[in-house]
């Protein structure tokens, strides 16, 4: 396969999966807002996605320059602030961080690569980066957030579903799967590493029973944004404690969304790009490492002593492995 093939399906993968994960945390921080939610330090949950995607600064650059705040003393109303962060994050072409610039970063890599994809998936990207950039998607989001939101992550979905069901399980296939399972371990510890440093949210491990209905609400909370909510309570039978979401997100092989079982399809895919060498390549090598720090991991150690670390860790070996799958594929 033609390096440059491999590296557009790599990252059409890629940005339609921080797209759909990107719907899912908005579509639940969303909610909690207009449920009045808010951290002990008077942040809401929507900070809380900017600080997910390190985009904080580049909002509050981007809010001043288009609406320049008088010279008063007075705050701006928290509903329109509301209403500014998840416009930046569904609209926004300036920093790349926003569902429609995801989306328009894989339907330009695929507009290059359309012999590699199937006609129905090229077409379903097509569709939604013509839907996001027309009049009548922003007239659907002033109208109900909500079921914009849904409606986008729906589209996405559908088109994981189209690749995995309409391609030919060879390296096209095994780049897409790379790329979609590397965005999705490099997020989720992102997205852990914000709830679990959220002031005044974190509660100590056997003591999360005895604590007040908030922090609970927290962590369910980071459980619908990652797609795990049900799944974990038919587990854990409605019982939210911070050490068992964090061991059900990190550690549960059977959920797709989990970090182990992303870096073991990864790994997976890996493998069968490379033919399965006896040494394997640096990238796997990176994975493998986690893969096995995964197995044997004692959550609860982890969550007492340094949790903040390990999922530091985790976006390093992600970019890592990142620049090796470059160096060993793409680079021509």
């Not at 409606?151 to 995995?164: G, I, K, T």
């Not at 039978?237 to 061991?247: L, S, T, Y």
């Not at 007492?304 to 060993?328: K, M, P």
Request: charged share 25%.
């Amino acid at each position: 396969m033609l390096s440059r093939v491999a590296e557009n399906l790599y990252w059409i993968s890629r940005y339609v999966e921080r797209a759909e994960g990107l719907t899912r945390l908005l579509e639940d921080a969303h909610s909690m807002e207009l449920e009045g939610a808010a951290r002990a330090d008077g942040g809401g949950p929507l900070d809380d996605v900017l600080l997910m995607l390190n985009v904080r600064d580049a909002f509050a650059a981007s809010w001043e320059a288009a609406d320049p705040l008088p010279d008063t003393g007075i705050d701006r109303p928290a509903a329109e602030r509301r209403d500014a962060v998840l416009r930046f994050l569904t609209f926004d072409r300036t920093g790349g961080a926003s569902i429609c610039a995801s989306v328009a970063g894989a339907r330009e890599n695929a507009r290059g690569t359309q012999e590699a994809v199937t006609g129905e998936t090229w077409s379903q990207l097509n569709k939604l980066h013509l839907f996001l950039n027309s009049p009548r998607a922003h007239a659907r989001f002033e109208a109900s957030p909500s079921r914009f939101l849904a409606r986008v992550r729906r589209e996405c979905v559908l088109f994981a579903a189209l690749a995995d069901g309409t391609l030919p399980h060879t390296e096209a296939y095994h780049f897409l799967q790379i790329g979609r399972h590397l965005e999705r371990v490099d997020m989720l510890s992102r997205v852990i590493n914000v709830h679990a440093s959220a002031p005044g949210e974190v509660v100590p491990a056997g003591a999360a029973a005895d604590e007040p209905a908030a922090p609970a609400a927290h962590w369910a909370s980071l459980l619908r944004g990652t797609s795990a909510h049900e799944a974990y309570l038919k587990q854990a039978h409605a019982r939210v404690d911070p050490v068992g979401v964090v061991r059900y997100l990190l550690l549960e092989e059977a959920f797709p969304r989990s970090m182990r079982f992303g870096v073991a399809r990864c790994l997976e895919s890996l493998r069968c790009v490379s033919g399965g060498s006896r040494f394997g390549t640096a990238a796997e090598r990176h994975l493998g490492k986690l893969d096995s720090d995964l197995r044997y991991m004692d959550v609860d150690d982890l969550f007492q002593r340094n949790l903040d670390g390990f999922l530091n860790s985790v976006q390093a070996t992600c970019a890592a492995v990142g620049r090796e799958i470059h160096l060993a594929y793409f680079r021509t």
